[in-house]
C-alpha cells in the first residue's frame, strides 16, 4: 500500500516539476485542461462500462449510493456548522470557505478510492468505486456543490436545468447506464474488446495525479490552520458517519468495507473544475487536495484496519 500511495506522489511531484520547467512551453493550465478532458469523455468511460457490464447487482450494490449521498449530505452540514464557528475565529474570506466546505464533503471516489480498493480487496470492488462516485458524489457535486460554490464565489446565477444537462453530457455516466443495460441483458462482448477497455483504463490514475501536480503552489501558513478541519471531516469523520449509516441500511460484508474506505477517501479533484468556474481560491484548493492526500498516507491504511473484522 505504501508503496501504491508513494508512487502517486511521485507522479504528482513531476507534475509540479512540469508546471515549473514549462517543457516546450506549454502553459500547465492547458496542460491540465486537456488531461482532464481526455480522461473524463474517453478514459473513464471505458472502465465505467467494463466494470459495471461485468458486475454481479444486488440489493446492497443499490444502497450503495444512498448511504454515499446521505453521508456527503451529513459532511455538508458540519462543514457548514464548523466553519460558521471558524470564520468568527480566524479571517477566512468568502471564496476560502467555499473551498474548504467542498473539501471537506466530496472525495476522490474514483481516482485514488479505485487504487487503495483494488489493491485491497480485490478487481471486483471497481463496481462499488464508480456506483459510489456515478450515482452519488458527482450528481451531488454539479447540483448541490456548485450551488455552494455559487454561492461563496462568483455569485454568478446557478441554473439547475444547465447543471442537470452537465449531468447527462457526461460520457461516464452514460458509459455507467449502458453498462447496467448490457448486464441485465446477459450480453458478453468478445475477448479482444474487453482487452481495449482494460487498456483504456490503465492511464487514469497517473493522468488524474500529474494534473494535481499541474495545480500545486506554495502554500501559505494560514492554509495549513484552516485546512485541518476539512481534513478531520473528510478523513476521520466522514468514514465513521458511512459505517454508522451503512449499518442502519442493512449493507455488510465487502460492500460495506467499501463503502466507508470511499468515505474516508481525501478531497475530490473534480472541486478544482468547480472552484475555477465559480471563481474559489483555486490555490486553497489544489493545497487541500494535496494535504489531505497525504495523510490519507496514515488515515486510509487505519480505517482499513478499524472495518477488517466486518
Known sequence: MFDNLASLFIIAALGVIFQLKRPGNINPS????????????????A???KAISAATINKNTLLLPLSAIITIFLSLLISFIIYAVIEKLIILNKKEKGVLILAASFGNITFLGLLFLTNLYGQNTAEYVLLYDLLAATPLIWL???AIASYYGSGQKLSLKKNFKTILELPPVWALFAGFAVNFAGVRFPSFLMKTLDLMSMPIIPLMMFSIGLTITAPKLKYITVALPAAAIKLCLAPMLAFGIALLLGIDGLILKSTVIEAAM???????????QYELDLSLNAFVILFTTILSFITLPLTAWLIRGY
Open 144 to 146: 448541490v456543490g456548485t
Open 30 to 45: 492547458t496542460a491540465r485542461h486537456v488531461i482532464n478532458t481526455s480522461v473524463i469523455k474517453f478514459f473513464l468511460p
Open 266 to 276: 481525501p478531497t475530490m479533484i473534480l472541486t478544482l473544475v468547480i472552484s475555477s
Open 47 to 49: 472502465l465505467c462500462f
